[in-house]
């Protein structure tokens, strides 16, 4: 079972920064691929960016260039690093691991953090 634990949310003004972070409680957190993944009201669950220890991380073209995903294995922690952030990218931003390889839609994903909300003001 793995426990997944995001923070570092909240309200900033358009252009701004943020970091989120996610708590995983797991004994092979390397071992697992990580992802981010937000969701607006009313909208669907839309994947933003991956990452697995051995490969290079992925993302979702609207976030290319502002987003960087990172990982520390020795804290069993992924984080998100949100630049030049848009009224766009509002929505609750969900943690998520899959055992191999990285994976792009939520349904890849065996674990859940309850998410983390970011607010961007214009």
């Known amino acids: 079972q793995v426990q997944l634990v995001e923070s570092g949310g909240g309200l900033v003004q358009a252009g701004g920064s943020l970091r989120l972070s996610c708590a995983a409680s797991?004994?092979?957190?390397?071992?697992?691929?990580m992802g981010w993944f937000r969701q607006a009201p009313g909208k669907e669950r839309e994947f933003v960016a991956a990452?697995?220890?051995?490969?290079?991380?992925d993302y979702a073209d609207s976030v290319k260039g502002r987003f960087t995903i990172s990982r520390d294995n020795a804290k069993n922690t992924v984080y998100l690093q949100m630049n030049s952030l848009k009224p766009e990218d509002t929505a609750n931003y969900l943690c998520?691991?899959?055992?191999?390889?990285?994976?792009?839609?939520?349904?890849?994903?065996?674990?859940w953090g309850q998410g983390t909300q970011v607010t961007v003001s214009s």
């Open positions: 998520a691991a899959k055992p191999g390889g990285l994976g792009y839609s939520p349904g890849m994903y065996d674990y």
């Open positions: 797991v004994r092979t957190f390397s071992s697992y691929a």
């Open positions: 990452l697995r220890w051995t490969d290079y991380p």
